[in-house]
């Protein structure tokens, strides 16, 4: 794969989240600059996915995507149809792509890995996260052109 990993899907993203968050938190609010605005608006963002079974509702929370994250998860969709590429490794990185952004700490590496999970589902979450996000960058660039 010739494109690397955005730093955020090493094993400590979590905690340097939290940590941002902390710092960001401790200072006073009329202190934050601009650029501490964005990162905390981006570290804090939500998509609340929906989804039904016997029992009712319930929602699937998934951070909203950094713009490297996006960019990386862009990458691996246009991999998969790259000869030469190992399909495999790819799911893989989806997986710990999808681990890090699922806010409930249940949905971790190991249970996308494991598959005990419709894959219908699976889908469901993929496509709605790059359709959501990608949604936002459209009212964004919407928003350039008034």
């Known amino acids: 794969m010739a494109k690397k990993a955005p730093d955020q899907l090493d094993p400590a993203i979590q905690a340097r989240r939290a940590a941002r968050l902390k710092e960001l938190a401790a200072k006073k ?18 998509i609340e996915l929906k989804f039904t079974d016997s029992e009712g509702e ?20 246009k991999s998969f149809d790259t000869k030469g590429t190992n399909p495999d490794e790819l799911t893989d990185e ?15 590496y190991e249970f996308w890995k494991e598959g005990a999970y419709d894959a219908g589902d699976f ?24």
């Open 29 to 46: 609010a009329e202190s934050y600059s601009i650029a501490d605005r964005l990162t905390r608006r981006a570290l804090e963002r939500t």
């Open 123 to 146: 889908y469901t979450i993929f496509q709605q996260l790059v359709d959501k996000t990608a949604g936002f960058i459209t009212q964004a660039q919407s928003f350039r052109k008034q």
């Open 94 to 108: 989806l997986y710990k792509l999808f681990a890090h952004l699922c806010v409930d700490p249940s949905l971790d």
């Open 58 to 77: 319930f929602e699937v929370k998934v951070h909203v995507p950094l713009r490297d994250e996006f960019d990386y998860l862009l990458h691996l969709i």
